[in-house]
C-alpha cells in the first residue's frame, strides 16, 4: 500500500488526496510536522531531498516528491491523464504552469495572508499579486470555450490548477472579472466530490508566524 506523507492544510498534499480518493486507491497517510522541522530531518530529506511534502512512498520503499510529479504517476493509464501525445502534453503545460504560475504566486500569498505572514513578505507583495492576477486572466481566457483544461472531463490539470486558485479569495481578490473560471470552479468541485475537505491552517498549533517557515 502507498504511504503518503502529507501535512493537512496544504493543497500540495490536497492535490494528491482527491486524486487517491477518485482512483479509489487505498493508502495510509503520515503527518509531518513542518513547522516544527519534521520535514527537515535526516530521515525526511532521504524520501525528498529538498524536505517538502507530499512525498508518496511506495510498497518497496522508493519514493516521489512534488505533488504534480505524483499525481502523473498515479494517473498513468486512467482518464485523469491522458493517452494521446496532443492531449498529454497540454496536461503537462498546466502541470508546468501551475507549479510557476499559481503555487508560488497564489499558494505563497494565501500562506502568508493565512498564518500572519504578510508583514513578513511585504516587499514581495504587490509583485505576487500582479502574477497573481496574470494567472487567473490566463485560466479564465483557457477556459472560455471549453468545460476543463483538457478535453472535455476532468483531468490531473484540473485537480493541480484549481487546488490554490479555488482559493484565491483567501487573499482578498474578487472572481467577478473571471466567470469562465467560477463556472469552471463549480465543475471541478462537482467532479471531485465532497470527500476532500480543505483544512485550514488554524488546525495546526505550530503554524502562526511563530513557526519555522
Ligand atoms: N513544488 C512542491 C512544493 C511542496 C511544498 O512547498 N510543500 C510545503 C507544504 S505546501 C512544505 O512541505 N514545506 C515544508 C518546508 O519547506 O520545510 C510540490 O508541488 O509538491
Redesign the pocket.
Known amino acids: 500500500m502507498f504511504t503518503l506523507h502529507d501535512?493537512l492544510p496544504?493543497?500540495?498534499?490536497w492535490k494528491v488526496r482527491v486524486l487517491l480518493g477518485l482512483l479509489e486507491m487505498p493508502y495510509s497517510s503520515r503527518s509531518v510536522s513542518?513547522f516544527e522541522g519534521e520535514?527537515?530531518t535526516e530521515t525526511f530529506l532521504k524520501l525528498n531531498p529538498v524536505?517538502?511534502?507530499?512525498v508518496l512512498e511506495l510498497d518497496d520503499g522508493r519514493a516521489i516528491?512534488?505533488?504534480?510529479a505524483i499525481l502523473t504517476y498515479l494517473a498513468e493509464g486512467t482518464p485523469f491523464l491522458p493517452s494521446d501525445t496532443y492531449e498529454r502534453a497540454k496536461v503537462m503545460q498546466w502541470l508546468f504552469f501551475e507549479?510557476y504560475h499559481v503555487?508560488p504566486v497564489i499558494?505563497s500569498l494565501r500562506f502568508w495572508t493565512l498564518t500572519g505572514r504578510l508583514e513578513h513578505n511585504q516587499s514581495m507583495i504587490a509583485g505576487k499579486r500582479e502574477a497573481a492576477i496574470r494567472a487567473l486572466a490566463a485560466i479564465d481566457r483557457s477556459l472560455a470555450d471549453s468545460l476543463f483544461l483538457v478535453g472535455k472531463q476532468l483531468t490531473i490539470a484540473d485537480i493541480a490548477v484549481y487546488a490554490y486558485s479555488h482559493r484565491v479569495e483567501d487573499c482578498g481578490f474578487s472572481l467577478a472579472a473571471y466567470p469562465a473560471f467560477v463556472a469552471w470552479c463549480g465543475r471541478v468541485r462537482d467532479a471531485i466530490g465532497p470527500d476532500c475537505p480543505v483544512y485550514p491552517y488554524s488546525l495546526d498549533p505550530h503554524s502562526d508566524v511563530r513557526g519555522e517557515?
Do not use: D, K, T, V
Not at 10 to 13: F, I, V
Not at 65 to 68: L, P, Q, V
Open positions: 501535512y496544504s493543497q500540495n498534499g513542518i520535514s527537515r524536505g517538502a511534502i507530499p516528491a512534488e505533488s504534480n507549479q503555487e499558494g517557515l
